[in-house]
């Protein structure tokens, strides 16, 4: 399975703050906004990822995380130079896709909690065999600025509505997304939006027509944020502050995860650590092989 970043956009509604910078490269906290979504793709054992930004900031990125051997990673980068939608990513990141089936995730989605990691296994597994789509949903107060899921009386779902005026139910889709290789020509093929874009609830409701989506909810216990605004940037960071200072873990730690799921060696890390020896991080990257 390959993994889709998108971090592109302009930011706007974070100017001016994101008016020299990529709102995925804004510190979350003690890290990159882009670590935590990244994290995502890594909890569900995917090694291949595409990062896909404008051609100004993935120079960026590039300086970040390189080919991503470091963590035992292969990282390829995409251009998409104009809003597109979401849909766009399959569009130019159809090479890399190739004959394969995708996961991708908006480089300023947070996600975190007891179960997710299950979750994700279960996504991945039902796309690999099975084919068709899988998305996700969380209860949220503010339905109508998402896309919301809207069931029918056996819970199944009908349809799926973009930011609509009275939405029929308080399920937000999330910014994860577990695709079959069939999503490159439904990408192609979807009516673009009024806004001249290619929206991913299009693509999700072909999906539907076609019954092959399924719908997995994030319950209690599972936090999801959407970072596209000052204030919930502010309660991301200060969610993911007090998680930490309590338990003394680090959320997002990309070179943590990586060494768990075996795919870098104990010195990766120690060198890691050294890079940032003068950071909290680079202490915490020193106690993760000190435990192990």
Known sequence: MKGIILAGGLGTRLYPITKVVSKQLLPLYDKPMIYYSLSVLMLAKIRDVLVISTSKDLPLFKELFGNGEFI?????????????????AFIVGQDF???????????????????????????????????????????????????????????????????????????????????????IEIAKNIKRSKRNEAEITAVNNAYLEKKVL?????????????????????????????????QGLVVACIEEIAYKNGWVSKESI???????????????????????
Not at 216 to 240: C, H, N, Q
């Open 270 to 292: 120690l060198k890691c650590a050294y890079k940032y020896k003068n950071s909290e991080y680079g202490s915490y990257l020193n106690s993760v092989v000190m435990e192990n």
């Open 97 to 183: 896709i190739g004959d394969d089936v995708c996961a991708v995730v908006l480089g300023d989605n947070i996600f975190y909690g007891n179960g997710f990691r299950k979750l994700l296994e279960r996504a991945k597994e039902k796309v690999e065999n099975e084919k068709g789509a899988v998305i996700f949903g969380y209860y949220v107060k503010n339905p109508a600025d998402y896309g919301v899921v809207c069931f029918g009386r056996k819970g199944e779902i009908v349809s799926i509505e973009e930011k609509p005026e009275n939405p029929k139910s308080h399920y937000a889709v999330t910014g994860l997304y577990f695709y079959d290789n069939s999503v």
């Open 72 to 88: 035992g990673m292969n990282f390829s980068y995409g251009v998409q130079e104009t809003p597109g939608g979401l849909a766009d």
């Open 214 to 246: 399924s719908f997995l909810k994030l319950e209690r216990g599972i936090a999801w944020f959407d970072v596209g605004t000052f204030d919930r940037l502010l309660e991301a960071s200060t969610f993911v502050s007090t998680i930490q200072k309590r």
